[in-house]
T-cell receptor
Framework: QKEVEQNSGPLSVPEGAIASLNCTYS??????FFWYRQYSGKSPELIMS????GDKEDGRFTAQLNKASQYVSLLIRDSQPSDSATYLC???????????FGTGTRLLVSP | SAVISQKPSRDICQRGTSLTIQCQVD?????MFWYRQQPGQSLTLIAT?????????ESGFVIDKFPISRPNLTFSTLTVSNMSPEDSSIYLC???????????FGQGTRLTVV
C-alpha cells in the first residue's frame, strides 16, 4: 500500500512568518510530487509541482524534494491570513497517472 | 490548465436513490479520475475513467455502487447508487493536464444523503 504521510496540524504561524509543511512517502521510485491548497468547502488547487531533487521556487512558495529521504516539503514565505487552508501533498503512482494524497496539513496564519 | 465543469455543485438526496454527477472538460484528456472526500478527510480515488473501456476501480469501490461512463474524451459521469447516509461526501472529478503530469480538479459535488 503506497502511503503519503503528513502532520494533520493545525500549524499556526503569525503573519509574515515562514510556514513549513512536510510530507513523506513510501514509494521509493516515485518521480512526481505535488502540493495542493484546499480552502474549506472548495476543491483542491494545484500550487506547486516538483520532479527533481532540490528546491523549486514560485513567488512566495518553495517546494523542496529529497528522494533519498523520501521527503518533500513546502515553504511559504511571508505568510498571509489568506494562506490559511489545508495543504495536501500528493505523489503520483509510478505505474499509473493517479495521485495518492496525504491527509493534509491545516495551516492557520494569524494577523 | 484544463477548465473542468462539474455538476451539480451540491445536492440533498433521499436514501435508496441514485445521483449522477457530470464532469465536462474544455479539452480532450486521456484519463479522468473520480475522487471522494469524506468530511474532514483527504481524497480517496474511486476509479479511473478510461475512454473506450471500462473504468478501473480502486479497492473498496465497485461498479454496481459507482457506475461510471466515459463516452468521449471530454466528458464523464459518476453515479452514486442506492445511496445511504455513509455516502455523504464531496465527489471530485480530476483530469491530468496536457503535460501529462499535473492534475486539476472540478469544483466538486457536495452530496448529503438523508
Amino acid at each position: 500500500q503506497k502511503e503519503v504521510e503528513q502532520n494533520s496540524g493545525p500549524l499556526s504561524v503569525p503573519e509574515g512568518a515562514i510556514a513549513s509543511l512536510n510530507c513523506t512517502y513510501s514509494d521509493r521510485v516515485s518521480q512526481s510530487f505535488f502540493w495542493y491548497r484546499q480552502y474549506s468547502g472548495k476543491s483542491p488547487e494545484l500550487i506547486m509541482s516538483i520532479y527533481s531533487n532540490g528546491d523549486k521556487e514560485d513567488g512566495r512558495f518553495t517546494a523542496q524534494l529529497n528522494k533519498a529521504s523520501q521527503y518533500v516539503s513546502l515553504l511559504i514565505r511571508d505568510s498571509q491570513p489568506s494562506d490559511s487552508a489545508t495543504y495536501l501533498c500528493a505523489v503520483k503512482d509510478t505505474g499509473f497517472q493517479k495521485l495518492v494524497f496525504g491527509t493534509g496539513t491545516r495551516l492557520l496564519v494569524s494577523p | 490548465s484544463a477548465v473542468i465543469s462539474q455538476k451539480p455543485s451540491r445536492d440533498i438526496c433521499q436514501r435508496g436513490t441514485s445521483l449522477t454527477i457530470q464532469c465536462q472538460v474544455d479539452s480532450q484528456v486521456t484519463m479522468m479520475f473520480w475522487y471522494r472526500q469524506q468530511p474532514g478527510q483527504s481524497l480517496t480515488l474511486i476509479a479511473t475513467a478510461n475512454q473506450g473501456s471500462e473504468a478501473t476501480y480502486e479497492s473498496g469501490f465497485v461498479i454496481d455502487k459507482f457506475p461510471i461512463s466515459r463516452p468521449n474524451l471530454t466528458f464523464s459521469t459518476l453515479t452514486v447508487s442506492n445511496m445511504s447516509p455513509e455516502d455523504s461526501s464531496i465527489y471530485l472529478c480530476s483530469v491530468v493536464g496536457g503535460s501529462n503530469t499535473e492534475a486539476f480538479f472540478g469544483q466538486g459535488t457536495r452530496l448529503t444523503v438523508v
